[in-house]
């Protein structure tokens, strides 16, 4: 979502953002430290609470801190008041033609339907399944998914109507400067992101190869997650030193600098931005057939069946060791991935935006 505003930014769109600190990793983040650790000067206010402003890429931020110890959906309880005062600031100095959202829940639709008086249009980014089976989109003057996989399901779900354009990816923030590409990399060991098969995967290439080493990446799913999935599958990964665990990094380039081939055996996926963050890296990915994730790779990379059966971890095995033991082969399937990322390229997506937001404006 942040990506396409500042697409917009790009194309000459003027562009605010309110949120909230809240984040869906499981580790407890110092916002402040976070940005100031990316090069962006912060500045605090209190007036009815802690707030954030910022300005970053053309789009000015506008950050309600909620501190730590709340739920994802629990955070409108104690802070909703100050938001929606934020939020109704917004409307009355900004008067925005737009509004870009996401959510569906009571708070939401009342600020959605408070921003359609004010006489915005209000365009929604749907970018997962948690949706199916909601029928009330009447409100909405746009709906933008990230894969057409996605854009199909609602559509056959309730007949809704979406556009579908790629996220748009900023290569500051993806592309690695230098990379030394060792690992086989596992982004967010959760239960959707397919963390009982990786863990099954994980056993089977330890046993047979512990020289290949694995890296995971914590966000939702943990360390904790990941040894749960061992445990329900009968076995100790922790016995296995060919396996590290990383916390979450600010930036997915700190992702890719070491890796050699990305795994994303993900049980729901709706389009998986993580691959096309390999792809940018030159990294080939390695995905489920489920959801999103084969259109994501333009053709590059493996997509493979995932199951509870030997034969699918032997299907996996056989896509991943070639690439980690033929430096010709990868070298081949690393160009393949790099031209593959065109579809994510800014200047591609840029017009795509742009003309749908212009599109939204002129509906009646």
């Known amino acids: 979502m942040t990506s396409i505003c500042e697409l917009l930014a790009e194309s000459g769109w003027r562009v605010r953002a309110l949120a909230t600190s809240l984040s869906e990793s499981s580790r407890l983040q110092d916002t402040v430290k976070l940005l100031e650790g990316l090069g962006i000067a912060v500045e605090r206010r209190t007036k009815r609470g802690a707030e954030l402003r910022y300005s970053h890429r053309g789009v000015d931020f506008r950050t309600i801190v909620v501190g730590s110890g709340l739920k994802l959906l629990d955070w409108e309880k104690v802070h909703g008041r100050a938001f929606d005062l934020a939020f ?7 008067r925005p033609d737009v509004i870009f959202t996401y959510g569906m829940l009571p708070g939401d639709r009342r ?3 408070r921003a359609i008086r004010a006489g915005a249009k209000v365009v929604f980014g749907l970018r997962n399944e948690n949706y199916l089976g909601f029928r009330d989109w009447g409100q909405l003057s746009g709906v933008l998914t990230p894969s057409q996989y996605l854009a199909d399901l609602y559509l056959a779900d309730s007949g809704l109507k979406a556009t579908s354009l790629f996220a ?6 993806i592309v690695a400067a230098e990379r030394e590409p060792i690992f086989m990399t596992l982004v967010n060991p959760s239960a959707r992101k397919g963390v009982d098969f990786f863990a099954r995967l994980a056993e089977r290439m330890s046993l047979t190869r512990p020289d290949l080493p694995f890296l995971v990446i914590e966000s939702e799913g943990t360390a904790g997650t990941l040894m749960a999935a061992g445990h329900r599958a009968g076995f100790d990964l922790a016995r296995h030193e060919n396996i590290m665990i990383s916390r979450a990094v600010p930036q997915p380039k700190d992702i890719f600098a070491p890796t050699r081939v990305l795994l994303a ?4 996926e709706a389009a998986g931005r993580v691959v096309a963050e390999a792809l940018l890296n030159g ?3 390695i995905v489920s ?9 333009c053709d590059a990379g493996r997509v493979l069946p995932i ?7 032997e299907t996996w095995l056989s896509a991943i060791i070639p690439l ?6 990868y070298r081949s399937e690393s160009r393949k991935a790099q031209a593959a990322s065109a579809a994510f390229n800014r200047d591609v997506l840029r017009p795509q935006y742009d003309g749908f937001f212009r599109g939204v404006l002129s509906k009646n």
């Open 307 to 313: 199951g509870d059966d030997e034969r699918t971890i």
């Open 111 to 113: 600020r959605q339907a």
């Open 324 to 329: 980690m033991d033929d430096d010709a082969l």
């Open 265 to 268: 055996p993900s049980v729901r």
């Open 88 to 94: 109704d600031e917004e409307l009355s100095s900004f």
């Open 168 to 173: 748009p990816l900023d290569p500051q923030q």
């Open 289 to 297: 057939d489920r959801g999103g994730l084969a259109e994501m790779c």
């Open 283 to 285: 990294v080939p990915p």
